[in-house]
């Protein structure tokens, strides 16, 4: 089955810079959408950012939007976020997540429309 893998997080200053990747193996890994999703302490799962593979369509949660970006390289089943600009709120677990069908009857901001997820990589930012 396909795995996903987080890397990228660790502390950074407040203003700061950090680029996450999420690595995707397995034998047959052809997702339709990839997200990424934060949790901090206490808190729900938050939508972060997810792009669709066929049109590299993006889309992003306002609190994030202008400072963060998604992208994909297809060919080494990579996703990348980029997070530029970064605020003591950001804190949070970082998760990846593919989905696989392409119709999604639940909105890809919806944590609960991924099939498959990793297991997160910790982004704290220090004022």
């Known amino acids: 089955q396909v795995q996903l893998v987080e890397s990228g997080g660790g502390l950074v200053q407040a203003g700061g810079s950090l680029r996450l990747s999420c690595a995707a193996s397995?034998?047959?890994?052809?997702?339709?959408?990839m997200g990424w999703f934060r949790q901090a302490p206490g808190k729900e799962r938050e939508f972060v950012a997810r792009?669709?593979?066929?049109?590299?369509?993006?889309y992003y949660a306002d609190s994030v939007k202008g400072r963060f970006t998604i992208s994909g390289d297809y060919t080494r089943n990579t996703v990348y976020l980029q997070m530029n600009s970064l605020k003591p709120e950001d804190t949070a677990v970082y998760y990846c997540?593919?989905?696989?069908?392409?119709?999604?009857?639940?909105?890809?901001?919806?944590?609960?429309?991924?099939?498959?997820w990793g297991q997160g990589t910790q982004v704290t930012v220090s004022s």
């Open positions: 997540a593919a989905r696989l069908r392409a119709v999604a009857r639940i909105p890809l901001t919806n944590a609960n429309a991924y099939d498959y």
């Open positions: 397995g034998r047959t890994f052809s997702s339709y959408a």
């Open positions: 792009i669709t593979w066929s049109l590299g369509v993006t």
